[in-house]
């Protein structure tokens, strides 16, 4: 069994913003393998399906960025899924937009949603998938919660399909592969 995990803020004034991309990931895999996520518990909202022969969870933390970690633990525990089986999609501002990096363990690298995940796990050893939205040319804050349009979108669109397809690739032939496959992805082409 396999926790996905896309981060984000929940409320539509956030919606199509940087911080958001893993939501906006989750909205597209749970249409992609017809997986509602509608049901309310473990501080967010999740719905449960199946890739492959696996069953998922994929869970939309309702608490925040900062308490993202509150909601996976949550879930964590009730489905007694261990660390490796947890997949975390979110933005990182030190990759630019079109990147897409896939590790196995890290630090949070200054991002608070994850920087809660390893707290509330106490271990920084689960999948990541991280989304490039490039780094703030000003003010931090605005930038991440800043709405992604034009060439960017057309740019990230490509990246969440990419994503999609990792997740399905590290359920199905393990994160290596996916590692091997999109570290080295850009969705400029």
């Known amino acids: 069994m396999y926790l996905i995990v896309g981060l984000g803020n929940p409320g539509h004034e956030y919606k199509n913003s940087r911080h958001n991309v893993g939501f906006d990931v989750m909205d597209l895999i749970s249409s992609k393998y ?5 049901r309310i518990k473990f501080k967010g909202v999740y719905g449960e399906g199946k890739i492959g022969d696996e069953k998922v969870i ?4 309702s608490t925040y960025m900062n308490l993202s970690g509150e909601s996976v633990r949550e879930a964590c525990n009730f489905y007694k899924i261990s660390n490796e089986n947890i997949i975390v999609i979110y933005d990182d501002i030190s990759l ?3 990147r897409m990096r896939i590790r196995k363990s890290g630090s949070a690298g200054g991002h608070n949603g994850i920087k809660n995940i390893i707290l509330n796990l106490s271990s920084d050893i689960f999948p990541r998938i991280k989304i490039g939205v490039g780094g703030p ?5 605005s930038h991440v919660l800043g709405k992604i349009s034009g060439e960017d979108k057309i740019i990230i669109d490509r990246v969440f399909n990419a994503a999609s397809e990792a997740v399905n690739i590290i359920i199905t032939e393990g994160i290596t592969e996916a590692m091997n496959k999109f570290n080295g992805f850009q969705g400029l082409d």
């Open 34 to 38: 017809n997986i509602a996520i509608n």
């Open 58 to 61: 994929f869970l939309k933390p």
């Open 137 to 141: 040319k000003g003010n931090l804050v």
């Open 96 to 98: 630019e937009v079109g």
